[in-house]
DNA sequence: GTCTATATTCGGATAGAC
DNA sequence: GTCTATCCGAATATAGAC
């Protein structure tokens, strides 16, 4: 479509490749943002300690919780001390606002690509299935945040539903632009960007049921895109 | 369509005016299904403390999460003390067990309807609907039990993830049966059962949302069985 | 049938040694 | 840069009074 774009992104594999927040470089950046905070001065020991404390949420979290998850289960399962563990974040809830920032800084990343695109058509297909992309790459830290945003103090509790608020009306404006273009009523359109949410969470936060039917990253955005048009066009 | 129905309960203002587990019915029902477990003996009592004991963990959980919501704060809430909470309840835990107990019964009993019509496309709407209407009216127990079945011990979580295992399956089957009807390839079937779950719990997930756009939940029913239809003709 | 007072456990956080 | 030892507050649960 555009020959202004360097190479396609349309499918999986290809946007996996181009995508920059992935394995260590995620660490890196979370060290980056909050050097001020963390003791540990040396990125080396930081990124991999980093890793450990996510990792471990990771897997405890999704079974017992963020406020079951004590720091001595942490600490158990990261094989830091609990003074280690304080050199890298001053309090729990810490853990849970890195994630909210991460999240936050990859949607935004994704949706400015996106609107970037002259065609509204094309740039809407590609805000869903690039979301599906990359919620599929890190489904622990956005499935986290929808699970836990009740664990964040209030202030980043606001801001991590208005990353998910900030999606939903650029969608629905894409909708509109869509609609119009092609003289069909606009009146619906924030319940169908609605739906494409829903749609795109479920796969994240529902890894077992997904990942059971076998259906791909591909063939789910497309199932995804097919029924979105389907309801655009009958409003 | 089926006379042997006594009235139809295609609209939601008709469901709601059948449909038993409302107001202090639900409490009532309560009592007799833990009768052995609450030392209150009265129903007289028991009925309007267990309201006061749900209503308020209905008003905390959803902004502090169950886990952090401590048996102090219903106390507060519900007016009740400390002791008096446990004449009802034997642990903690015993809350969110409840919750299980009395969403698995409404969501079989719905489902078991459903499936008495002999009509397979009837008795798909059907379940759709009414599990949507349940749901509306039901909100916080859904609601609850989506959020903090993870605060269930070991036996009642899986319980509780078999009701949606269940419901998933009596959903593809009938999709399955509704596309032999029709000659239409049920490769995906199981894939759209999700899909279908997965829109009937954003509604009760996210009331906000819904509230704000003002869709009835006959409208939100009709646009849901819509996508449906449609994803079922193109496989 | 309900309340007050209390036993007991556990989790978050920190100070100072290595 | 990391660990050990410890403090303190808070939460679940119960015993016994009213």
Redesign the pocket.
Known sequence: MDQAQSHSTADFKSFQADFPHQGRAIYETLFERNKDRI????AK?AVV?LERIFSATFELTPRIGFPV????DLSRAT??????I??YI????RIAIMVKDLVKLVTEELLARAKDLSDPRTALETAIREHIFATEILQDWFSFLYFETRSLPHEHQEESKNIELKLETALHELIDQVRQSRDIECGNSPIIATTLIALIQDRYLKPWKHSKSGESADDYAQRVLALMHCAIEHP
Chains 1, 2 share one sequence.
């Open positions: 003791t540990t001065n040396k020991f300690n998850m004590s720091l001595r094989g830091l001390s609990m003074g280690g304080y050199s001053e309090s729990k809830e």
